[in-house]
């Protein structure tokens, strides 16, 4: 069956307010990101914007993960930082009626309702961006990949606090899974189940 547009999501993950107040070079991949965000839905393609986030409390938390000792453990997550932490930057902001999955742990996948929706649409194919490529992109890349989606990359939609690992993934491992183009190159895609 060919890829057209109606099989595709475009994902938009990670880019909560809070966490790029924290990236350094945050600017460009928002500014990338809100431009793919236009094109996707030129084209009619769902945007799915995918959240990192707990309940207040974080039960869902383990609190010997690295991650989470990193990020303040369980009493940090009280309602109104939970609050916070979910907003997503204003610059790429969901409109009224596009989806917001919430995830526990790196890949989109883990903890979310993603695939159910992913199914129930017929997605067949996902474009994903988001912060960081080490983390977000990396995982819901790899864990797609075994799902056996059809996957697109925008990589100056991606960004990593090392550079030379955004480079390296984007370049070397990316590939091998995944078209990866910039979001420039996606918007004068005519033909979108050629690539």
């Known amino acids: 069956m060919e890829l057209k547009e109606q099989n595709t999501a475009f994902l938009v993950m990670d880019m909560q307010a809070v966490m790029l107040s924290m990236f350094p070079a945050a600017a460009p991949v928002i500014k990338n990101v809100a431009k793919a965000i236009a094109v996707a839905r030129s084209k009619k393609i769902p945007v799915i914007y995918v959240t990192i986030g707990f309940r207040p409390g974080a039960p869902e938390a383990n609190t010997k993960a690295k991650l989470m000792s990193s990020m303040g453990g369980r009493e940090r ?24 999955v919430v995830k526990r742990r790196f890949s989109a996948f ?54 030379e690992v955004h480079r390296v993934l984007v370049t070397k491992i990316f590939p091998r899974h995944a078209e990866v183009i910039t979001v420039e190159e996606w918007g004068k895609i005519e033909e979108w189940n050629k690539i």
């Open 77 to 100: 997550w009280t309602a109104e930082f939970t609050d916070e932490w979910m907003k997503i930057h204003p610059d790429v902001a969901p409109l009224a009626d596009e989806i917001i």
């Open 110 to 163: 883990t903890g979310s309702d993603l695939e159910v929706i992913l199914r129930a649409q017929d997605i067949q194919r996902m474009i994903l961006t988001g912060v960081s490529t080490s983390g977000v992109v990396l995982s819901t890349l790899r864990e797609a990949a075994d799902k056996d989606y059809s996957l697109t990359v925008l990589s100056d939609c991606c960004a990593d606090r090392d550079e």
